[in-house]
Every structure is written in structure tokens, then in C-alpha cells.
């Protein structure tokens, strides 16, 4: 994929394309996927006119289950290669940002003692393939978050930003006479409210601090998974807070600290609960590299600190992003 760098009035050629590196790197969204958060530089102020794919390979190996269902007892290995498609514009001069994700990946699961919606034979060893649960969103700007072209945003100060996010999750694969699916036959609202703080002035070597909190509403899986006697699945809401500390090293390099909280997402089994609620902090530290103007890689892995009822997760997650700023825009 090339990038052709026109000439645009008041800002130099050569300037441009030396900036250009830093505002797509440092702002281009870095979306996660499975319950493993957005990643560092997610909710950064980014031009409008920025059109990108995300092409990620996560490797977990967790008791959540696919369906983002705390599973004690069950060990469930998951690879999925989400790719999430993204673009900015304004709306009324106001920053917005739509994206789209599709998950293809498979999970094997094996299990101890697993409550009863993950209906997994103890000892057996479980495969699925297919496509993990996608989302479609839109993410809009309410304080500090204004429409600019990529040269107005060069010229302008890092500034606090806040924004309103409204994601939803689709169900993936999912055969409600196989044991275990990648996909979660429910759909998913989620409801976040991110923000980022600069903690300097130097775009080259910023530093930022970003925060969201989130909620997550469950629909119920009428149609559970073979082995399973109940007729509804349902889960209570999920409440989630998610931060990261990132420092630019220079235009290319940089580094991250993150950290995760989830509270909620209690199942119940035909009303019975199955004492599934999840209490998890989770930490990760990560990398990123802008190769070319047009192309950067990411990489983070993460663990569990404090998993409520012996919840474990280990995550390896690397990005690679393709992105074209269209500088024609005013």
C-alpha cells in the first residue's frame, strides 16, 4: 500500500511527511477483542480522514470461556485473528469514528469441574474453529475532541479528551449441538465513556494517560449448548475499567503499562446462578513500532493479578496496522 503526501497550503511537503509518522502512530486505534481490553492508544484524538485495518493475533490461555463467561475449573486455549476495519470523519465538527471487527479463530478446551453452561466432559478435549463474537461501533467526541484535518491537527496542542462509545457484539460461530462454540449466540451492548490525558506537550515523545469505563449488557443464549439441561443462559451486566500509560520514545518507538478491572457477569442457568461472578485485575506491558508512515506493529502481553475464585488468564496479543490519512481534507 503506497501513501502519496500532496503538497497542502501553509504546511511544507517535507514537514507533513515528517509528521505524518506521528499522528497516525501515535493516534490510530490499537481495538482488542475476546474481553482483553482496546489496548494502549485506543482512545487517543486522532485527524478526521483516517481510513485503517487492524490485523491482530491473540493467543489466551484462560478458565473465561469464549463467550466472556468465567469458566472455574475449565482451561481454555484460544487463538483468533481478529481484524477490525475503522475510519474517522466529523460530524458537525465533532471528531467520530466508526469500526467494524470480524474474529476467526479456533478454541480447545479441556476441564476439571466446570459449571453447568460450559457443559465440558471431564478430561475431554474439546476443538472448535470458526468465528469468535464480532463488534460494530461508533465512538463520538464530547469535550476536546474536535473534526480537524490531519494538517489543522499537526499545528494543534494535545489537549483532554472525552468521548462516548456505543459498541455491538454479534454473535460468531455458534451449534447449539456441539459442547463448545466460538461464538456466544447472544448479541452484546456495550456502553464506554474514554478519555485520554496528555501528560506533556511534545507529540514526538508524549506521554499519555488514558482511562475507560465501560458496561457491557448480555442478551440470553435461549438455545445453550448440548449437555446442557437449562433452557436460558442469561448473565448479569459486566462492569469494566480500563487504563494505560504510554511514553513515546521518539516518533517510531514507544511503550505502555496497562491495567484492567472487571466486576460482574454473574451467569444463571434457567435463573440459578452459577457462582461465576467475575473480580479480576489484570496488568499487561507492551510495544510499538512505526515501520513506515503508513504501517506500525504493537505487541502486549498481560496476566491476572487477582483473579476472584481462582479466574487465570495469560494473553499474548500483536497488531499490525495499515492506515491511510487522506490529507486533501480541510
Same mark, same amino acid.
Given at each position: 500500500?503506497?501513501?502519496?503526501f ?5 504546511v ?8 505524518i ?18 489496548g ?11 481510513t ?5 493475533? #491473540? !493467543? $489466551?490461555?484462560? %478458565?473465561? @470461556?469464549?463467550?466472556?463467561?468465567f469458566? *472455574?475449573? /475449565?482451561?481454555v486455549?484460544?487463538n ?16 467520530t469514528?466508526?469500526?467494524?471487527m ?11 469441574k ?5 457443559p ?13 463474537d ?44 456441539k459442547? #463448545? !462454540? $466460538?461464538?456466544? %449466540?447472544? @448479541? ?5 465513556? *474514554?478519555? /485520554? ?11 499519555w ?12 443464549n ?8 437449562a ?47 467475575m ?52
Amino acid at each position: 500500500m503506497l501513501v502519496y503526501f500532496p503538497r497542502i497550503k501553509f504546511v511544507s511537503p517535507s514537514v507533513l511527511t515528517q509528521n505524518i509518522s506521528i499522528v497516525l502512530f501515535f493516534t490510530l486505534t490499537t481495538f482488542g477483542s475476546f474481553a482483553q481490553g482496546d489496548g494502549p492508544h485506543t482512545y487517543l484524538l486522532a485527524p478526521k480522514g483516517v481510513t485503517g485495518l487492524n490485523i491482530k493475533w #491473540l !493467543n $489466551l490461555h484462560q %478458565n473465561i @470461556s469464549p463467550p466472556n463467561i468465567f469458566t *472455574p475449573g /475449565a482451561s481454555v486455549k484460544v487463538n483468533v485473528f481478529p481484524v477490525t476495519f475503522f475510519h474517522t470523519f466529523s460530524i458537525k465538527g465533532v471528531y467520530t469514528q466508526a469500526y467494524f471487527m470480524i474474529n476467526p479463530g479456533t478454541v480447545t478446551a479441556t476441564a476439571t469441574k466446570v459449571p453447568p453452561m460450559l457443559p465440558i466432559p471431564e478430561g475431554a478435549k474439546l476443538i472448535s474453529d470458526g468465528f469468535s463474537d464480532g463488534f460494530a461501533g461508533m465512538r463520538v467526541g464530547l469535550k476536546g475532541a474536535p473534526g480537524l484535518s490531519v494538517s489543522s491537527f499537526i499545528e494543534e496542542k494535545m489537549r483532554f479528551s472525552l468521548f462516548a462509545d456505543v459498541r455491538y457484539w454479534y454473535s460468531g460461530t455458534y451449534d447449539s449441538k456441539k459442547i #463448545l !462454540n $466460538l461464538g456466544s %449466540n447472544r @448479541s452484546t451492548v456495550q456502553v464506554s465513556f *474514554p478519555m /485520554a490525558i496528555p501528560l506533556n506537550q511534545n507529540r514526538e515523545r508524549a506521554t499519555w494517560l488514558e482511562f475507560s469505563p465501560s458496561v457491557e449488557f448480555f442478551a440470553d443464549n435461549t438455545d445453550p449448548s448440548r449437555g446442557n439441561n437449562a433452557q436460558t443462559i442469561s448473565q448479569a451486566p459486566l462492569y469494566i475499567l480500563e487504563s494505560h500509560l504510554s511514553h513515546n520514545f521518539n516518533k517510531k518507538f514507544w511503550s505502555s503499562v496497562s491495567l484492567r478491572y472487571r466486576q460482574g457477569g454473574e451467569t444463571e442457568a434457567d435463573g440459578k446462578a452459577d457462582d461465576n461472578e467475575m473480580q479480576i485485575l489484570g496488568a499487561a506491558v507492551g510495544i510499538g513500532y512505526q515501520i513506515l508512515p503508513f504501517l506500525g506493529v504493537n505487541a502486549d502481553y498481560g496476566q491476572i493479578l487477582y483473579g476472584y475464585n481462582g479466574a487465570e488468564s495469560d494473553m499474548l496479543r500483536v497488531a499490525l496496522v495499515v492506515s491511510y490519512a487522506n490529507l486533501k481534507k480541510k
